[in-house]
């Protein structure tokens, strides 16, 4: 499974964005999907996932203003990030959990910077 994220910048405080997160290969053996993030000096932390069976899953953090969704067709996941805040500056991570117990991928990261 390959994992290619991207739709990070540079964002006003107040601001939304939306990242993607396209999966390629073997991606029918996928079983959950998720956004994670890691600021500078920070541990990796997750923000949203989304299991194949639709239950979602958030950080109390962004929680009202995250929402994570996906398009079967395309194989992608989308985190849709409103009413943004300096602190969700950060690095985001997609990461697919496949079915094999254990057995999981990242993505490259794309950077988001909320600031004025």
């Known amino acids: 499974v390959q994992l290619q994220a991207s739709g990070g910048g540079l964002v006003q405080p107040g601001g939304s964005l939306r990242l993607s997160c396209a999966a390629s290969?073997?991606?029918?053996?996928?079983?959950?999907m998720g956004w994670y993030r890691q600021a500078p000096g920070n541990q990796r932390e997750l923000v949203a996932t989304l299991s194949s069976g639709g239950s979602t899953n958030y950080a109390d953090s962004v929680k009202g203003r995250f929402t994570i969704s996906r398009d079967n067709a395309k194989n992608t996941v989308y985190l849709q990030m409103n009413s943004l805040k300096p602190e969700d500056t950060a690095v985001y991570y997609c990461?697919?959990?496949?079915?094999?117990?254990?057995?999981?991928?990242w993505g490259q990261g794309t950077l988001v910077t909320v600031s004025s």
């Open positions: 990461k697919a959990d496949l079915l094999v117990p254990g057995k999981y991928y």
């Open positions: 290969g073997s991606a029918f053996s996928i079983r959950r």
